[in-house]
C-alpha cells in the first residue's frame, strides 16, 4: 500500500512541476544613474549633458527586481527559461543564454516582439552588475532581415526552431541596435531592495 501512495505522490509530483512555472532565481537590482551611458545608431555614444537619465529610469528602472522562472515546453520536453523584470514583466521573455556558475550570471533574452531586448552579467560575489538594454525597431531592420531571408537558402532561417532572433544572429548580420542603453549597478540575490 505504502509503494502505490508513493507511486501516486510523484506521479501527481512531476505533472505539477511540468505544468508550470518554478523560480530559479530572484534578485533586488540597483543601478547607478550617473553611470548610465548612452549610444545611438550612427551617432556613437552620447555626452553625458544629452543623456536623460531620469526619463531612463523612470522607463526602464534604476530599481528593479528581476526573476529567472523555468518552465516545460510541452511540445519538446526542454525547459525555457523566462525573465521577468520591470520591462518584461507579464509572462517574461524568453532567455537565449543562461548561465549562472558559483561566482557570475549571464543573461540573454531573445528579441521580443517589439525587438527590444537586454543583456545582464552579474558578479555573484560582489553584486556587481552591468546591465544592456538594446533597442532595434526600426525599419530599416525589417528591409535588411526581410533582405537576407530572401538571399539565404530556404532551408536556412536566421530565427530559431521557435521563430526567436537572438543577439548573436542580429550581430552576425552586422545588424546594429537603433540604441543601446548601458547600466552599472548592484543585484543581490533575494529582494529588498
Known amino acids: 500500500m505504502k509503494k502505490y501512495v508513493l ?21 533586488s537590482c540597483e543601478y547607478d544613474p550617473k553611470l548610465i551611458r548612452k549610444e545611438q545608431k550612427e551617432l556613437g555614444f552620447l555626452d553625458d549633458e544629452k543623456i536623460d537619465r531620469k526619463e531612463i529610469c523612470k522607463i526602464l528602472k534604476c530599481k528593479d527586481v528581476i526573476e529567472v522562472n523555468t ?3 510541452k511540445n519538446n520536453d526542454k525547459n525555457n527559461y523566462r525573465l521577468r523584470n520591470s520591462w518584461f514583466n ?18 540573454n533574452t531573445f528579441v521580443s516582439q517589439a525587438f527590444f531586448l537586454e543583456s545582464y552579467f552579474i558578479n555573484r560575489l560582489n553584486g556587481k552588475t552591468k546591465r544592456i ?4 525597431d526600426y525599419p530599416e531592420l525589417f528591409y535588411h532581415i526581410k533582405k537576407i531571408e530572401k538571399e539565404k537558402n ?27 542603453i ?7 540575490e533575494g529582494i529588498g531592495i
Open 90 to 107: 507579464h509572462q517574461g521573455i524568453l532567455i537565449d543564454d543562461f548561465l549562472m556558475t558559483e561566482n557570475s550570471l549571464t543573461i
Open 133 to 136: 538594454f538594446y533597442r532595434f
Open 154 to 180: 530556404k532551408k536556412l532561417s536566421i530565427y530559431n526552431e521557435n521563430g526567436k532572433l537572438s543577439l548573436k544572429t542580429l550581430k552576425k548580420l552586422s545588424l546594429n541596435p537603433l540604441e543601446t
Open 71 to 73: 518552465e516545460t515546453s
Open 7 to 27: 507511486t501516486i505522490f510523484f506521479i501527481l509530483f512531476y505533472n505539477e512541476v511540468n505544468s508550470s512555472q518554478i523560480n530559479v532565481l530572484k534578485m
Open 182 to 188: 548601458y547600466f552599472e549597478g548592484e543585484c543581490l
